[in-house]
């Protein structure tokens, strides 16, 4: 479980094509891997992947083939920014909200707008996401907790970004028609799926609900 408050930016170093998948080897800062052990997770754009391998200040994590196809993982390359946070602890205070690291799926930026200070940005996302967001509720994209500013059907979400968040996370990077990693709110999932078994509509999973 993760916050969605990105700690540090990492840089991919190399990608590895494996056996089921890639390995990506990521460089970040030895504070941010002292306390991170092999087997443990790290949030990676928003992604919980587990490292397999950590010397000093670069870490190595298994992307296998369901991340790559749901994940912008599939499109790291050598030089890639990514966004990382350490698992939360357990009584720890928290920042953003409450974020899974299991990825929804893939979203695409759609255009930035800069108004004074603050950016615009508009994010391309799953309909199935978009369906449980609301208003001013939370979502995260490439593993940031973000507060919806806005919402247009059928599948675009509005969030605006502060200066701080511009210049230590990845968004800064990104064009239009980039992949952005979208995970929902994980209390809109779970509403969403009470109310679809209860009415008789389309659970969680995709499959028809039981009538009642």
């Known amino acids: 479980m993760f916050t969605g408050i990105i700690e540090v930016m990492g840089t991919v170093s190399a990608v590895v094509d ?12 030895e504070e941010f891997l002292s306390s991170v ?3 443990e997770s790290i949030s990676v754009d928003g992604a919980c992947l587990t490292p397999v391998a950590i010397d000093g200040a670069d870490f190595e994590v298994d992307a296998v083939l369901s991340t790559l196809e749901r994940t912008a993982a599939s499109a790291y390359r050598a030089g890639s920014k990514v ?12 920042d953003g909200h409450l974020v899974q690291g299991h990825v929804d799926g893939r979203g695409s930026l759609v255009g930035v707008v800069t108004r004074g200070d ?6 391309r996302i799953p309909p199935e996401v978009w369906e449980q ?3 001013h ?3 995260c994209l490439n593993g940031i907790s973000l507060t919806v500013n806005g919402l247009e059907a059928p599948d675009q979400v509005e969030v605006a970004i502060i200066p701080h968040t511009w210049s230590h996370t990845n968004l800064a990077a990104l064009e239009p028609g980039d992949p952005v990693n979208v995970e929902g709110d994980l209390l809109g999932k779970y509403v969403g799926r009470i109310l679809a078994s209860r009415l008789g509509g389309t659970s ?4 028809s609900a039981p009538d009642r």
């Open 18 to 29: 494996v056996e089921g998948g890639r390995r990506i080897r990521i460089t970040a800062t």
């Open 137 to 139: 509720g939370s979502i």
């Open 118 to 123: 603050t950016r615009f940005v508009t994010v």
């Open 37 to 39: 052990r092999p087997g």
């Open 83 to 94: 966004n990382l946070e350490r698992a939360m602890v357990l009584g720890g205070r928290l």
């Open 133 to 135: 967001t609301i208003l």
């Open 204 to 207: 969680g999973d995709g499959r």
